[in-house]
T-cell receptor, first 109, second 112 residues
Framework: KNEVEQSPQNLTAQEGEFITINCSYS?????LHWLQQHPGGGIVSLFM???GKKKHGRLIATINIQEKHSSLHITASHPRDSAVYIC???????????FGKGTKLSVKP | NAGVTQTPKFQVLKTGQSMTLQCAQD?????MYWYRQDPGMGLRLIYY???????DKGEVPNGYNVSRLNKREFSLRLESAAPSQTSVYFC???????????FGQGTRLTVV
């Protein structure tokens, strides 16, 4: 079983829709990260959180430590939000991140 | 502020050739990492360096060597490239292991 599971793997939405991507993990963590990767591009950190909720523009990230679950929400989605969204946790024994496989989001105009 | 800079962005090697991937950060970070990204898999740790002068193996170190030249630079060397090393390689850094990570733009390596 993977230590970090994301769902869905692929997601297609119409512009303007509310989007939710889920992440569950099985290891003890100190923090959870949401990352964004555009096609052929680098990886950008969106959020790092260890409790509660964070908001940045149209993006909201929540975490429930007891349930070992996090969600990334995108409000009023836009085609430029099309990317792979990756959940990662600070749970590696060497201080490294453990990554989910990513959720590929496509937002159609 | 450049952040994390990786070179080259693209590389094609023949089996058995060697090459070094370069990574430099200008954020005075202590920890640096090399990851590889393969289709259908999450990023996996190859090697990491918790501080200048120290390096340790990650999940998939076979076929690679690293060097933490100074606090800024962390290089990854393939001594004898194999097709199984075809991948996208990412360098990352953070101030310390519990902090936000910053990633380079990636190196797309193809071994034929």
């Amino acid at each position: 079983k993977n230590e970090v599971e994301q769902s869905p793997q692929n997601l297609t939405a119409q512009e303007g829709e509310f989007i939710t991507i889920n992440c569950s993990y099985s290891v003890g963590i100190s923090a959870l990260h949401w990352l964004q990767q555009h096609p052929g591009g680098g990886i950008v950190s969106l959020f790092m959180l260890s409790s509660g909720k964070k908001k940045h523009g149209r993006l909201i990230a929540t975490i429930n430590i007891q349930e070992k679950h996090s969600s990334l929400h995108i409000t009023a989605s836009h085609p430029r939000d099309s990317a792979v969204y990756i959940c990662a946790v600070n749970g590696g024994s060497q201080g490294n991140l453990i990554f989910g496989k990513g959720t590929k989001l496509s937002v159609k105009p | 502020n450049a952040g994390v800079t990786q070179t080259p962005k693209f590389q094609v090697l023949k089996t058995g050739q060697s090459m070094t991937l370069q990574c430099a950060q200008d954020m005075n970070h202590n920890s640096m990492y090399w990851y590889r990204q393969d289709p259908g898999m999450g990023l996996r740790l190859i090697y990491y360096s918790a501080s200048e002068g120290t390096t340790d193996k990650g999940e998939v170190p076979n076929g690679y060597n690293v060097s933490r030249l100074n606090k800024r630079e962390f290089s990854l060397r393939l001594e004898s490239a194999a097709p199984s090393q075809t991948s996208v390689y990412f360098c990352a850094s953070n101030l310390d292991r519990e902090d936000e990570a910053f990633f380079g733009q990636g190196t797309r390596l193809t071994v034929v």
